[in-house]
Nanobody
């Protein structure tokens, strides 16, 4: 059974940091694209960051590039999203997602319409 399980969400004040973790299981981790998208109520999904588990430069959305980082521990089939200098506008549910093959970018933005699977999400709340 393919599973992506997120953890690490919570409530922080503006300027704080959180690290989200996504543990993948039930499929061959290597050779896939794993990343994070977020969705706030009433808003569209936004691809935040993604990486190819076989290596290469990760994708980071321009809106968070100076503050967020994505990395993996391949031995643990785990992808992390390090979020620093959090802002109230980062408040959202963050979902881990995976797709077979490479991360697909369209117009320089991670394409989300061909995701194979995603997790239940973890809520991040940033207060001012």
């Amino acid at each position: 059974q393919v599973r992506l399980v997120e953890s690490g969400g919570g409530s922080v004040q503006a300027g704080g940091s959180l690290t989200l973790a996504c543990v993948a299981s039930g499929y061959t981790y290597r050779g896939t694209c794993v990343g994070w998208f977020r969705q706030a109520p009433g808003k569209e999904r936004e691809g935040v960051a993604a990486l190819e588990t076989s290596g290469g430069s990760p994708y980071i959305a321009k809106s968070v590039a100076a503050r967020f980082a994505i990395y993996q521990d391949a031995a643990k089939n785990t992808v992390y999203l390090q979020m620093n200098s959090l802002k109230p506008e980062d408040t959202s549910t963050y979902y881990c997602a995976a797709v077979r093959g490479r991360c697909r970018l369209i117009g320089g933005v991670w394409y989300l319409n061909d995701l194979d699977t995603w997790g239940q999400g973890t809520l991040v709340t940033v207060s001012s």
